[in-house]
């Protein structure tokens, strides 16, 4: 083995997610082709190779959550699986040539910016590269960030994360927890309590859900898609603007805040006969403070006898040490099988004392926040372009 | 679905109402926003059977985060039986322009028959508008709005209310309604009484085929691609008459307000920010996500 040496290029993309993937692509489009992908892991895809979880899938209809210059005329569906949006990025990656421009099991451990040579200085365990631009594709909910919870170390049953599934654990007839009721439990919750012997879910704050219409195309619209590539185009943009149209929630305009309650209490009013089960899945806060989720089958997995909602286990683990110590003795008693999730991410960090910009890797870290607990959004990567 | 009544109280927090005596009527318009020294206040002029809520009730706030927002709800201006003629409209959008902006000009967008009064004033009053938009709007009534209004009338006389299924069939575009069910279409009955009756009477005889050339207002003309009450034809005609004018269509039917109000607040807001982003005689590109 020689002297590791440096690689010089003039693009250094992180990440072969959808974003790196489609900064490559246009890159390629253009005609340019002095750049390098660094992937951590052994293929491309990101957040749809790491989640196989069952159930996975997108929130944003596959016509418009896809490239607008790769459309995909036979999605399966309205909202297609995760595994369908992998191999859609595979594809990608092979058919505009990316493959060769890709290192995988590059995982970014250090990039410094010198200001002496105006390059970036990249490490990786597949080595250096140098480079003047530096793109990150990272994403902010790529990585796993586990709840802090006291004792859970002893707990002798298998344990993981919901982006890191492990299939070779069989669930079917086992007592599972799922701690969390976010967006990628709302997926899992329905598809394990099919085979599960006992599911309980724990529930720090309800999400607010909205109807999910969702449904397969048929062969003969696929058909038509692929004959008539504008009516892809056209329903995207038909798809994009009605996202658009919830902007006036996000503006909290009272109005549309009290449609899109009335539209996430409707539906689960509708899902849900029992009156104290629909008390405990109704949020206790203004919708749109957490991500509104959308789904038709998680409401109705709780009116199955195999699927318990448990609100006040959790509520009470922050409360008191006993009842952390209830609480634990709780999971540990129901459970055989547990799914962690929680988001998390990865952050970018400035340092004060330095003119450089560090890439750190905190594990676990939500954001980046400094001894006291405070959130610095200036460590944010926006500033790497300097 | 988003019938004007669920679309109704959709006021932007901070709204102040007001009413002003126009001819002896009492006249309601809205203000939102602050004022901005940068570009003057936009005034809505909302179309037949509308009101700021109806027609405006994603527009008004939403423009309102970056611009002072003033929207009138027009009132029958003639008894029952009279004919309506654009001058009595224009008196009312006059007043409150008048009331809100005293000496300040401003940015007059009109939606459909609001459109019609937008240009009627822009081409009578220039010193009053600095710009103007001009949002499915038409120079002159031709045969196919003729049938329109036609059977309309002959529905309304009648009293069935499959008037509102007629309405909703004309007012929307054919994507748009691909995808909606003919119950969440009619969740909500558009209103009618004697001032939509007269509105729609004034529909069927509007020419303002002399006035609209002396527009010299920077003017964004807005048409919809698949709108049957007015056609894209009338919008481009609009566009070769205007001196200072840029043209756009959006993919929607006649109700734009209702199918893609977001689309029509971005080209809105921009324009009223920067008018000549666009210079005159150009065609602004459709979006493309």
């Keep these: 083995m020689t002297q590791p040496s440096i690689h010089d290029t003039s693009i250094i993309i992180v990440g072969a997610g959808f974003g790196g993937l489609g900064m490559a692509m246009r890159l390629k489009e253009t005609g340019f082709d002095d750049f390098v992908m660094l992937e951590r892991a052994d293929d491309v895809g990101g957040a749809w190779r790491d989640n196989t979880y069952p159930g996975v899938a997108c929130d944003v209809p596959s016509h418009l959550y896809s490239f607008s210059y790769m459309p995909k005329p036979d999605w399966s569906r309205v909202y297609s699986p995760g595994g369908e949006i992998w191999d859609y990025l595979r594809d990608c990656a092979r058919k505009t040539g990316l493959v060769p421009h890709i290192h995988f099991n590059a995982g970014l451990q250090k990039a410094e910016w010198d200001a002496d040579t105006r390059r970036w200085l990249v490490d990786t365990p597949q080595g250096k590269w140098r480079a003047q631009y530096l793109i990150t594709a990272t994403g902010v909910l790529a990585d796993p960030s586990l709840p802090d919870i006291p004792g859970v170390q002893g707990f002798t049953g298998q344990t993981f994360h919901s982006s890191q599934w492990d299939h070779s654990v069989d669930l079917a007839g086992k007592r599972v927890g799922i701690v969390g009721s976010g967006a990628s439990a709302i997926q899992i919750v329905p598809e394990l309590a099919k085979t599960a012997g006992e599911l309980v879910v724990f529930q720090r704050s309800a999400p607010y859900i909205v109807s999910r219409p969702d449904r397969a195309y048929t062969q003969a619209e696929k058909r038509s898609f692929a004959r008539l590539p504008d009516t892809m185009a056209q329903l995207r943009e038909d798809i994009f603007c009605f996202g658009e149209y919830m902007f006036a929630q996000r503006r909290n305009v009272p109005t549309f805040i009290a449609e899109a309650k009335k539209m996430a209490l409707d539906h689960l009013a509708d899902q849900v006969p029992d009156p104290e089960l629909r008390a405990a899945l109704t949020p206790d806060y203004a919708i749109g403070c957490k991500r509104v989720l959308i789904a038709n089958t998680y409401y109705p997995a709780f009116n199955q006898d195999n699927v318990t909602l448990e609100t006040s286990a959790l509520a009470s683990v922050e409360a008191t040490p006993e009842a952390e110590a209830a609480y634990l003795a709780g999971i540990e008693a129901r459970a055989i099988g547990t799914v962690w999730m929680e988001g998390g991410c990865k952050f970018w960090y400035r340092d004060p004392n330095s003119d450089r910009l560090t890439v750190l890797w905190p594990d676990l870290a939500y954001a980046f926040r400094d001894e006291n607990g405070t959130f610095h959004p200036e460590g944010y990567v926006g500033t790497a372009a300097e | ?289």
């Design chain 2, 1 to 289: 679905m988003k019938d004007s009544d669920t679309m109704a109280p959709a006021m932007a927090a901070g709204v102040v109402t007001r009413q002003i005596k126009v001819n002896g009527l009492s006249v309601t318009y809205h203000e939102a926003g602050q004022a901005n020294t940068a570009h003057p206040p936009i005034v809505l002029v909302h179309g037949s059977s509308g009101s700021t809520m109806g027609h405006f009730g994603f527009l008004f706030p939403l423009l309102a985060v970056r611009h002072r927002v003033i929207s009138l709800d027009m009132t029958m201006p003639v008894k029952k039986g009279e004919k309506l003629e654009l001058k009595h409209l224009e008196a009312q959008v006059l007043a409150v322009m008048n009331a809100a902006s005293p000496g300040q000009p401003v940015t007059l967008l009109g939606f459909s028959l609001g459109a019609v009064v937008a240009a009627h004033i822009a081409a009578r009053q220039p010193a009053l508008i600095q710009n103007l938009v001009l949002l499915a709007g038409w120079v002159k009534t031709d045969t196919m709005m003729t049938f329109f209004n036609r059977t309309w009338f002959a529905l309304r006389n009648a009293g069935v209310p499959e008037i509102n299924d007629y309405t909703i069939y004309a007012a929307f575009g054919a994507p748009f309604l691909a995808d909606k069910t003919v119950q969440m279409m009619t969740a909500g009955a558009m209103p009618l009484d004697d001032f939509v009756d007269a509105q729609m009477e004034l529909n069927a005889r509007i020419d303002i085929t002399d006035l609209v050339p002396q527009i010299t207002a920077p003017t964004l003309i807005i048409s919809c691609t698949h709108d049957q009450m007015v056609p894209v034809h009338h919008g481009r005609a609009l566009f070769g008459m205007i001196d200072d004018a840029r043209y756009v269509e959006i993919g929607t039917g006649h109700a734009s307000v209702f199918e893609r109000p977001a689309e029509v607040t971005r080209l809105v807001d921009r324009f009223a920010a920067d008018p000549q982003e666009y210079p005159a005689g150009a065609t602004i590109p459709a979006i493309k996500p």
